[in-house]
T-cell receptor, first 113, second 115 residues
Framework: DQQVKQNSPSLSVQEGRISILNCDYT??????FLWYKKYPAEGPTFLIS?????DKNEDGRFTVFLNKSAKHLSLHIVPSQPGDSAVYFC????????????FGQGTRLTINP | EPEVTQTPSHQVTQMGQEVILRCVPI?????FYWYRQILGQKVEFLVS????????KSEIFDDQFSVERPDGSNFTLKIRSTKLEDSAMYFC?????????????FGQGTRLTVV
């Protein structure tokens, strides 16, 4: 039961352009969403989050958009830099009690110089 | 900056042996978690721990698994009798109270290889 889905396993973007990573979810009970970045042999690193009461959250080059009616969120990175090359995971949880994160499958982002 | 630390970074064990993976969560966090990632697959939730007891566990977390917070700083995951399919990266994470700092911070992981 894939409650959080990232349908693009990989994405290649030119340096300086915008990277858009997409995520869909099926569980309408989710009320908090996060993006994590992961390098090989390292743990996921938190990037940015958004509560379900918002539709946009921005932090520097990173912006997350949430469309609750479509059960869709996206991460925009602009401008993209070579150091952004990593696997990006979308995750979600239900705020009551423990943060049981449900992860998507990840999207491998490659930034080309 | 505070971080979650895990030891060892890599553990090789024979099938049927017991392993203990260790974690030191961020000191003022209240929730502790174990996740795992089998090579090439997504990160999967195993268990959450709050107030010295398991608050939620997944179907993966069967009787072979246990968690413990033996003192004020360590959080351990024990696999009693390892199987080949337990080979994975195991990540410990911690987070603050609900509604505050609601991001879970992850350790670097322990690569468990069962042979």
């Amino acid at each position: 039961d894939q409650q959080v889905k990232q349908n693009s396993p990989s994405l290649s973007v030119q340096e300086g352009r915008i990277s858009i990573l997409n995520c869909d979810y099926t569980n309408s009970m989710f009320d908090y969403f996060l993006w994590y970045k992961k390098y090989p042999a390292e743990g996921p690193t938190f990037l940015i989050s958004i509560s379900s009461i918002k539709d946009k959250n921005e932090d520097g080059r990173f912006t997350v958009f949430l469309n609750k009616s479509a059960k869709h969120l996206s991460l925009h990175i602009v401008p993209s830099q070579p150091g952004d090359s990593a696997v990006y995971f979308c995750a979600a949880y239900i705020i009551q009690g423990a943060q049981k994160l449900v992860f998507g499958q990840g999207t491998r982002l490659t930034i080309n110089p | 900056e505070p971080e979650v630390t895990q030891t060892p970074s890599h553990q090789v064990t024979q099938m049927g042996q017991e392993v203990i993976l260790r974690c030191v969560p961020i000191s003022n966090h209240l929730y502790f978690y174990w996740y795992r990632q089998i090579l090439g697959q997504k990160v999967e939730f195993l268990v959450s721990f709050y107030n010295n007891e398991i608050s939620e566990k997944s179907e993966i977390f069967d009787d072979q698994f246990s968690v413990e917070r033996p003192d004020g700083s360590n959080f351990t995951l024990k696999i009693r009798s390892t199987k080949l399919e337990d080979s994975a990266m195991y990540f410990c994470a911690s987070s603050g109270p609900v509604g505050q700092n609601t991001e879970a911070f992850f350790g670097q992981g322990t690569r468990l290889t069962v042979v």
